[in-house]
């Protein structure tokens, strides 16, 4: 099978060339909606110490920035969420239609040392992870990347040490997951492997039955069956 994305034929980075405003429009959006989650934090932090110095506080003066935080808030996370879905299905659908397309190139002899269940599970496989990572991975990460930096920002504003807490605790959290996935990740290849084995030993039964049945050699078949049964 020849390889989706070469240098001659990048078919793959198609779809990303086709869409990317609508993942930048993503990124935008994510990155003012975190700035309003911030400052609106930041609010209410104001507010609560305000409260507990027993200062005077006009009820409005509160209110009124918070009704249009939310109402920005509201909006953008609209925006934000229009993109992604609406770049994730662009992107999903004309994966899909790729991987699919590429079953017609396929040569004879390769069903000869690959079983069809095992073809199916791998076409499958493949698209459900390359719709992922190009479809939820990329935009994911620009986002968390900015999600960070925005924080960290904030943190480092409000305690240093708090900062530094803060970075040393989440490295050693995401080590953990990355060796839990690791784990999960060989049971999930074992798991696969069981799967092709029972759906290649399912499709050679049905074959079997319709050659039997082709061949009129089904009550033979089924007396033998009977035969060992017994």
């Known amino acids: 099978m020849k390889p989706f994305m070469t ?3 990048p078919k793959l980075l198609d779809p990303i060339r086709k869409y990317w405003y609508l993942c930048f429009l ?4 994510s990155y003012l909606l975190i700035r309003i989650i911030v ?12 409260l507990f110095a027993g200062e005077k506080a006009a009820l409005l003066e509160f209110m009124i920035p918070f009704i249009i935080l939310m109402l920005l808030g509201g ?7 229009y993109s992604k879905n609406t770049f994730s299905i662009c992107m999903q659908t004309d994966i899909r239609n790729m991987l699919v397309s590429k079953l017609v190139e396929i040569r004879i002899p390769y069903f000869d040392t690959e079983g069809t269940g095992t073809l199916m599970n791998k076409l499958l496989s493949d698209m459900y992870q390359t719709e ?4 939820e991975g990329i935009p994911e990460l620009f986002v968390a990347i900015i999600t960070i930096i925005t924080v960290c920002s904030y ?11 803060t970075m040393i605790c989440y490295p050693l959290l995401f080590w953990s997951a990355g060796k839990l996935t690791k784990m999960v990740g060989k049971i999930a290849v074992v798991r696969r492997q069981l799967y092709d084995e029972l759906e290649n030993s399912a ?4 074959q079997g039955i319709s050659v039997g049945r082709t061949f009129h050699l089904y009550e033979l ?5 009977f035969d060992i049964a017994d």
């Open 132 to 135: 992922a990572l190009f479809a």
């Open 221 to 225: 078949q089924k007396k033998r069956i």
């Open 39 to 50: 400052i609106g934090s930041s609010k209410i932090a104001d507010a609560t110490d305000s």
């Open 203 to 206: 499709y050679d039964v049905i």
């Open 75 to 81: 909006a953008i996370a609209f925006g934000k969420s």
């Open 26 to 29: 993503y990124i935008i959006f």
């Open 155 to 165: 943190i480092g504003l409000q305690s240093v040490r708090l900062l530094l807490v």
């Open 7 to 9: 240098t001659k034929n």
